[in-house]
């Protein structure tokens, strides 16, 4: 086939369709980071409202401590205010978990403990990561108990066993 155009020309051309394919790609980019800065911008004056809502609330607790004790409120530290998974009372996790292990009146594997307790307050159980978070939220406070003298671990740390536990009491 002739090229009509001639070599240098139809190099040109090629460039220039490729230069106006740039320009197209470019321009939604542009419109896509035009957008994250406007959304990023939005999320900052939030932060800054949250901000300044924060420390007006502050300012008043500090009177408000003033004007019923002497303490400097600098010393007070900070911390973080961290949903708890699950609605139940201080306490109430481990008590279920003694009535469980004292009713038991047998040694009783940390699978079906786990079980028991999910059941009880309904943690979510779905995922990999949702059964791995509770498993690991029973074996935190049975290790506690254990630590306490209350229950008795029947199964070595070590070993990659099933653990199994037994209360002997306090």
């Known amino acids: 086939m002739a090229n009509h155009f001639g070599t240098a020309l139809s190099r040109l051309i090629r460039e220039h369709a490729y230069r106006a394919g740039d320009l197209k790609k470019l321009e939604r980019q542009e ?22 809502d924060t420390l007006a609330r502050l300012d008043q607790l500090n009177v408000e401590i003033s004007n019923l004790a002497v303490i400097d409120t600098a010393l007070i530290r900070a911390i973080r205010d961290t949903p708890r998974l699950g609605h139940f009372e201080h306490g109430e996790f481990t008590s279920e978990l003694v009535r469980l292990l004292k009713g038991l009146n047998r040694p009783a594997p940390t699978r079906s403990i786990v079980g028991a307790m999910v059941a009880c307050f309904g943690f979510p159980f779905d995922s990999p990561a949702e059964r791995d978070a509770a498993r690991r939220r029973v074996v935190e406070r049975l290790r506690v108990l254990a630590k306490k003298g209350a229950i008795k671990r029947l199964h070595s740390p070590d070993s990659n066993k099933e653990g199994c536990w037994i209360w002997v009491g306090l």
Do not use: C, P, S
């Open 31 to 52: 419109a896509a980071a035009r957008e994250r800065l406007n959304d990023a911008t939005r999320t900052l004056r939030a932060v800054k409202q949250r901000r300044r």
